[in-house]
Antibody, heavy 123, light 107 residues
């Protein structure tokens, strides 16, 4: 059974930092790009960023560039999201998801997803 | 950034109805278009990828079509478990973007 399990969420003050983890089992982890997607309370989905299979390339949405860093440890089948300089607008459920290579539409989607972890930025 | 616009944003329909949700991209994205279903408190679930390919395990009453800028998700005969929110997503280029969602409710 494929499982993605996020952890590390919680309450943090504006300007603070938090590190999320996502442990993956049941799939060949180093075959997949990994992504983080977030959802503010009652809102839609927002892609946060991706990391390539070997960790050599990362991409981010503009609103988190310079503040968030995605990394991975293929030996531990885990991906991480380091979040610094957090703002109230970063409050959301953060999901990790696997993504195939995007050389064709047939592999360029997010699946499977973890259950999410809630990050609340508030004083 | 590519903007994805879904319509309608909400929809009320009875069990057994045929329902269509549309998604429009602000520029051409070939068939780099995916559809997800999300139920309250749960993670999104992939339904359709590459605009028209059905993800394994997804019932055949779900179908997708389109190319370029205009896409549709159709549910041929609504079942009680289909009442949820549906999102389209473009994977043509980063930043990957989602539609705002269509909330499908029971009539």
């Amino acid at each position: 059974e494929v499982q993605l399990v996020e952890s590390g969420g919680g309450l943090v003050q504006p300007g603070g930092s938090l590190r999320l983890s996502c442990a993956v089992s049941g799939l060949t982890f180093n075959n997949y790009w990994m992504a983080w997607v977030r959802q503010a309370p009652g809102k839609g989905l927002e892609w946060v960023g991706n990391i390539m299979q070997d960790g050599s390339e990362t991409y981010y949405v503009g609103s988190v560039k310079g503040r968030f860093t995605i990394s991975r440890d293929n030996a531990k089948n885990s991906v991480y999201l380091q979040m610094n300089s957090l703002r109230a607008e970063d409050t959301a459920v953060y999901y990790c998801a696997a993504r195939g290579d995007c050389y064709s539409p047939g592999a360029c989607f997010f699946d499977p997803w973890g259950q999410g972890t809630l990050v609340t930025v508030s004083s | 950034d590519i903007q994805m616009t879904q319509s309608p944003t909400s929809l009320s329909a009875p069990v057994g109805d045929r329902v269509t949700i549309t998604c429009r991209a602000s520029q051409r994205i070939s068939t780099f278009l995916n559809w997800y279903q999300q139920k309250p408190g749960k993670a999104p679930k992939l339904l359709i990828y590459g605009a028209s390919s059905l993800q394994g395990g997804v019932p055949s009453r779900f179908s997708g079509s389109g190319s370029g800028t205009d896409f549709t998700l159709t549910i041929s005969s609504l079942q009680p478990e289909d009442f949820a929110t549906y999102f389209c997503q473009q994977s043509y280029q980063t930043p990957y973007t989602f539609g705002q969602g269509t909330k499908l409710e029971i009539k």
